[in-house]
């Protein structure tokens, strides 16, 4: 009963309305002024505020990143257990009408490549070709082009791995609640958005043309898709795009929102980097290694309960580092090119470069050097969004 209660109370703001207590200058006041001290009282902690927050991802934090890193793998071991999930994505299409400037698929970025959109029967084959292979859990994507592909064919395509796969998510162009709970009817679980970045003028300056270019319909959307009955959520936001310190400031508001207006939903968050860029755009406040890193441990500490995901756009060295650091979902064996598994190789034009190009079978070995346990189901999510916790 509370949580019905604080899902309706706060289903009656919009997360608008939180950012706009939280603008840029307050933000970037607060991690400037957090001292070494703070560092210390936010690493003592166990539940931790957005001050402790701005504490762990300001510069102070990166001469404690040991500590952080213990504590972040002790939280990560209470909530998780031993396993990394895996999953991998399957690109349905390249057709996008949208102009991301750092994007591959934008319909501005100068690429000649081949684009194309699976038929059925090319979505079948890639399926088989990854239940093969083992996977269980697959994120299916499309570049935002509603009149090629329509939510009709995405439910169709949902419904269509549904038949391979025990966990299907999407991430896809921004829809209406009544669309996502469509897609749900089918057999959808997981709906991944990321926002980019949430600075709203970075954001105008990024995306130039489609529905994309709607920040506030896009920033509701992972939301609408938890209160549609999506049971597992994704957000991040894209680094290299904007300061990397406010982005994860407002992107972990942003997580503790939904937690309580979408409970009984998985939640998970991705750090995607912009490693690979059309040759017009230059990423303008690119992230370190050591600067992800720090990133992930604040997350981890402010947010213990909730899932992280790391994809093949990190090389394999970095990719093996990061694993004891909270880390719950790995990608492994992604092609970015629609096809790419079974019906057009490397014909069709991907969206990005990936870096860590082994196969599933190597990624399982090497987790399981590092101590944990490859499971190519998650049901500890299955049962932590039906239990709601
Ligand atoms: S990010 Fe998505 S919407 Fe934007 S250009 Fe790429 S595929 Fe299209």
């Known amino acids: ?3 019905a209660r604080v899902e309706r109370s706060m289903n009656d703001t919009t997360f608008q309305t939180d950012l706009a207590a939280w603008p840029r200058a307050r933000v970037e006041s607060l991690i400037e002024q957090a001292t070494p001290a703070d560092v210390d009282r936010a690493l003592a902690r166990e539940d931790r505020s957005l001050e402790d927050l701005a504490a762990l991802l300001s510069p102070h934090a990166q001469p404690r990143l040991e500590a952080l890193a213990q504590e972040a793998h002790r939280l990560t071991r209470w909530h998780f257990g031993r396993t ?3 999953y991998t994505p399957i690109y349905l299409s390249n057709v996008c009408g949208a102009d991301c400037v750092y994007c591959g698929y934008a319909v501005r970025s100068g690429n000649r490549e081949k ?25 299916l994507l499309t570049g935002e082009a509603p009149r090629v592909v329509p939510v009709q064919y995405i439910a169709d395509a949902v419904a269509i791995a549904r038949e391979y796969f025990a966990s299907v998510s999407v991430e896809v162009y921004s829809m209406q609640r009544e669309e996502y709970a469509r897609l749900v009817e089918r057999g959808l679980e997981g709906v991944t958005i990321y926002m980019e970045t949430y600075d709203p003028e970075t954001y105008a300056r990024m995306h130039l043309i489609g529905a994309k270019k709607n920040y506030d319909f896009r920033l509701d959307a992972v939301e609408r898709a938890g209160l549609a009955g999506a ?9 290299g795009l904007f300061r990397w310190r406010v982005d994860a400031f407002w992107l972990a508001m942003h997580a503790r929102r939904l937690q309580k207006t979408c409970w009984q939903s998985a939640l998970s968050i991705s750090f995607p980097r912009l490693r690979h860029t059309p040759r017009r755009f230059t990423a303008p406040a690119m992230a370190s290694d050591r600067e992800l890193v720090q990133l992930m441990l604040a997350l981890r500490l402010f947010l213990p309960e909730v899932g992280f995901n790391l994809s093949t756009r990190e090389t394999p060295e970095f990719r093996d580092r990061l ?44 987790i399981r050097r590092a101590g944990y346990d490859p499971v190519w189901k998650d049901f500890d999510r299955a049962f932590h969004a039906t239990a709601g916790v």
């Open 323 to 366: 694993i004891p650091l909270g880390v719950t979902m790995m990608s492994a064996g992604s092609s970015t090119r629609p096809g790419g598994y079974s019906t057009y190789g490397e014909e069709t034009l991907e969206q990005f470069e990936i870096e860590d190009s082994r196969t599933p079978e190597e990624v399982l070995e090497v």
């Open 231 to 239: 049971r597992k959520l994704g957000i991040g936001v894209l680094l």
């Open 84 to 86: 990394i999930g895996l």
């Open 115 to 139: 684009r194309v959109t699976l038929n059925e029967s090319q979505i079948r084959s890639e399926c088989e070709t990854l239940a093969r292979r083992g996977f269980q859990n697959i994120l």
């Open 1 to 3: 009963m509370a949580s």
